[in-house]
């Protein structure tokens, strides 16, 4: 079957606190945000550049009216974004009050650099260096 990966999906606490994080500390832009009143959500979607209109993979945030939490449980692995230094980007998410839980380095028996840091539901976000 021929397809496209479209996007990934979480559930967020607070959209405009995950937009902020996303867009000022990672770089993305919100792309389009829609509002479900009837299935009491609203989404954003959120990438690089123009996002599925340029190929690329988009994030879709998903906030439901009233829900500040979720249990993240212990399936989810993490997102990953692709940046040019690793170790700035990890300066940058610090300075921005983000939180880094995995400084930049070779990844474990390998050679690429990565990080980790998280948003702020507690979502994983692999850095991985490349140009
Ligand atoms: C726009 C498209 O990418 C979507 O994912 S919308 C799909 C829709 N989403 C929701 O209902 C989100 C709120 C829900 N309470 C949740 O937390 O998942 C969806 O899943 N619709 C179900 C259907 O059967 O249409
Ligand atoms: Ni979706």
């Not at 979720?70 to 300066?91: I, Q, R, S, T």
Request: hydrophobic share 35%; charged share 30%.
């Amino acid at each position: 079957m021929a397809g496209k990966f479209l996007h990934t999906m979480i559930r967020v606490g607070n959209l405009d606190r995950s937009v902020k994080f996303y867009t000022e500390l990672l770089g993305m832009k919100e792309l389009r945000r829609r509002d479900v009143p009837d299935g009491k959500y609203t989404l954003a979607f959120l990438g690089y550049g123009e996002g599925n209109k340029e190929g690329q993979g988009e994030i879709e945030l998903t906030y439901n009216y009233g829900v500040e939490k979720y249990e993240l449980g212990n399936a989810f692995g993490h997102l990953a974004v692709g940046v040019p230094d690793v170790k700035a980007a990890c300066e940058a998410v610090r300075a921005g009050g983000g939180k880094v839980t995995r400084e930049a380095g070779p990844v474990k028996f390998g050679t690429t650099v990565i990080a980790f840091v998280e948003d702020p539901d507690g979502y994983k976000i692999e850095l991985i260096e490349r140009q």
